[in-house]
């Protein structure tokens, strides 16, 4: 328990683009039905539990240069599970508001990097606002961990850790000009640039969220009616047309725009915090037909998956890390919005009902931070047979992003009708 663990790359790059503007956490957001789960309940069930996860009673320390996770010795569970500051009970505006108040605010790095907010709501169940350091874990980290801390342990089949697909790197050593055909084919599809960017702008300290559910056997079979595409493909296609419905609300017409797409690179057995890594497409928002999109964003995901590029790119980063001037251009590169202008993710959480104390959880959703000119940011999570979509803006760059929501469950209704 002693032990100091330092911060993998991973975690640094990510602690590093927290600023005074930018929080560096995720968050979930987990609905329970009325029930004898409060503040107190919360705190027994996530103490008795924390074994399973000792990195949550963990700070930051060490050195500027050499930063490392180390116990923190005054680690008190009350500091981290508390009431929210509310008046009384909430309804959905009220409780949009609070989350977007709470993701926010930036978490104190004396303690561990984590903190969950229990509110009521107006029918009597409580809302569980849990904010978690991306340093500390991504999307698929956050849902092990909560199974971990939270769901009873009768609860159904979780999700299975995702499989990595196949990496390409043994291929490519196979031939030296199939090597650099492949390579400048990865090149030429993740470094193009797209159009300008809607949601490019210097992000301040404010945020507003909206929320989207769908039924993800729904959108499977639309997706699959739709030439074998996937509910992945789906959630990219309804993004496209909320955004499409949005822009052309505040800016009139703009030219596609590119999203960047996380891929998990976790195996079953990794205890790793962070673990993934992504590729790019262009989202066309030119086109009006949910199918037709559907389509063609299946065609260019399919493409990426083939030619594996979230492994080449997490082995091309990788590799960066032994040239620091050239690792910090691609990383520079990466970042503009002409690269990409929002990043959309889906994490898949449990297959099947969670409780807690008996009480079951109604949804469960998620959100992501925006970035430095890059003022959008949409995540999903699924429990059971819904999705969850999460839209987290800077609401001085993307005003109403409740409506790009809104906007969303409205392009899911199209799609499965329309295929």
């Given at each position: 328990?002693?032990?100091?663990?330092?911060?993998?790359?991973?975690?640094?790059?990510?602690?590093?683009?927290?600023?005074?503007?930018?929080?560096?956490?995720?968050?979930?957001?987990?609905?329970?039905?009325?029930?004898?789960?409060?503040?107190?309940?919360?705190?027994?069930?996530?103490?008795?539990?924390?074994?399973?996860?000792?990195?949550l009673t963990r700070r930051l320390g060490g050195s500027a240069t050499a930063r490392r996770w180390v116990v923190d010795e005054s680690f008190d569970i009350d500091r981290?599970?508390?009431?929210?500051?509310?008046?009384?009970?909430?309804?959905?505006?009220?409780?949009?508001?609070?989350?977007?108040?709470?993701?926010?605010?930036?978490?104190?790095?004396?303690?561990?990097?984590?903190?969950?907010?229990?509110?009521?709501?107006?029918?009597?169940?409580?809302?569980?606002?849990?904010?978690?350091?991306?340093?500390?874990?991504?999307?698929?980290?956050?849902?092990?961990?909560?199974?971990?801390?939270?769901?009873?342990?009768?609860?159904?089949?979780?999700?299975?850790?995702?499989?990595?697909?196949?990496?390409?790197?043994?291929?490519?050593?196979?031939?030296?000009?199939?090597?650099?055909?492949?390579?400048?084919?990865?090149?030429?599809?993740?470094?193009?640039?797209?159009?300008?960017?809607?949601?490019?702008?210097?992000?301040?300290?404010?945020?507003?969220?909206?929320?989207?559910?769908?039924?993800?056997?729904?959108?499977?079979?639309?997706?699959?009616?739709?030439?074998?595409?996937?509910?992945?493909?789906?959630?990219?296609?309804?993004?496209?047309?909320?955004?499409?419905?949005?822009?052309?609300?505040?800016?009139?017409?703009?030219?596609?725009?590119?999203?960047?797409?996380?891929?998990?690179?976790?195996?079953?057995?990794?205890?790793?915090?962070?673990?993934?890594?992504?590729?790019?497409?262009?989202?066309?928002?030119?086109?009006?037909?949910?199918?037709?999109?559907?389509?063609?964003?299946?065609?260019?995901?399919?493409?990426?998956?083939?030619?594996?590029?979230?492994?080449r790119e997490d082995l091309l980063l990788r590799e960066l890390t032994h040239v620091r001037s050239l690792s910090r251009f691609v990383t520079r590169l990466q970042a503009?919005?002409?690269?990409?202008?929002?990043?959309?993710?889906?994490?898949?959480?449990?297959?099947?009902?969670?409780?807690?104390?008996?009480?079951?959880?109604?949804?469960?959703?998620?959100?992501?931070?925006?970035?430095?000119?890059?003022?959008?940011?949409?995540?999903?999570?699924?429990?059971?047979?819904?999705?969850?979509?999460?839209?987290?803006?800077?609401?001085?760059?993307?005003?109403?992003?409740?409506?790009?929501?809104?906007?969303?469950?409205?392009?899911?209704?199209?799609?499965?009708?329309?295929?």
């Amino acid at each position: 328990m002693g032990e100091v663990l330092a911060l993998q790359p991973e975690d640094l790059a990510i602690l590093d683009l927290e600023c005074p503007t930018i929080v560096g956490h995720t968050c979930k957001v987990v609905r329970l039905a009325p029930g004898p789960v409060d503040v107190a309940a919360l705190r027994q069930r996530v103490a008795s539990r924390i074994g399973e996860v000792p990195i949550l009673t963990r700070r930051l320390g060490g050195s500027a240069t050499a930063r490392r996770w180390v116990v923190d010795e005054s680690f008190d569970i009350d500091r981290h599970i508390g009431p929210a500051d509310v008046t009384g009970p909430l309804e959905d505006d009220s409780l949009a508001a609070l989350v977007a108040d709470l993701f926010a605010q930036h978490l104190p790095r004396d303690r561990p990097l984590w903190r969950m907010d229990v509110a009521p709501l107006v029918d009597g169940g409580v809302i569980v606002v849990w904010r978690l350091h991306h340093a500390l874990a991504d999307g698929t980290t956050a849902l092990r961990w909560a199974k971990a801390l939270m769901w009873d342990e009768v609860a159904g089949p979780a999700a299975p850790a995702p499989t990595p697909s196949t990496p390409v790197v043994s291929d490519m050593s196979h031939d030296e000009a199939r090597r650099r055909w492949q390579l400048a084919g990865f090149l030429a599809r993740e470094f193009s640039e797209g159009g300008r960017s809607p949601f490019d702008g210097n992000v301040g300290t404010r945020r507003e969220i909206g929320f989207a559910t769908m039924r993800i056997s729904e959108l499977h079979g639309a997706a699959h009616r739709a030439g074998g595409a996937t509910v992945n493909d789906a959630l990219l296609s309804i993004v496209t047309g909320a955004v499409r419905r949005w822009v052309e609300a505040q800016h009139g017409r703009l030219p596609d725009i590119r999203v960047r797409v996380p891929v998990s690179l976790h195996h079953e057995a990794d205890q790793a915090g962070n673990r993934d890594s992504f590729f790019s497409l262009n989202l066309p928002l030119h086109e009006t037909d949910p199918v037709t999109r559907l389509r063609e964003i299946h065609a260019a995901t399919q493409r990426r998956k083939l030619h594996g590029d979230a492994e080449r790119e997490d082995l091309l980063l990788r590799e960066l890390t032994h040239v620091r001037s050239l690792s910090r251009f691609v990383t520079r590169l990466q970042a503009s919005p002409r690269q990409f202008a929002l990043c959309v993710s889906n994490v898949p959480g449990p297959r099947g009902p969670v409780s807690v104390h008996g009480v079951p959880v109604l949804s469960l959703s998620g959100l992501a931070e925006i970035g430095q000119r890059h003022a959008l940011r949409v995540a999903a999570v699924s429990l059971g047979d819904q999705m969850s979509l999460g839209f987290c803006a800077d609401p001085s760059i993307v005003p109403r992003v409740r409506l790009m929501a809104a906007a969303a469950a409205t392009e899911a209704m199209d799609l499965i009708s329309a295929s």
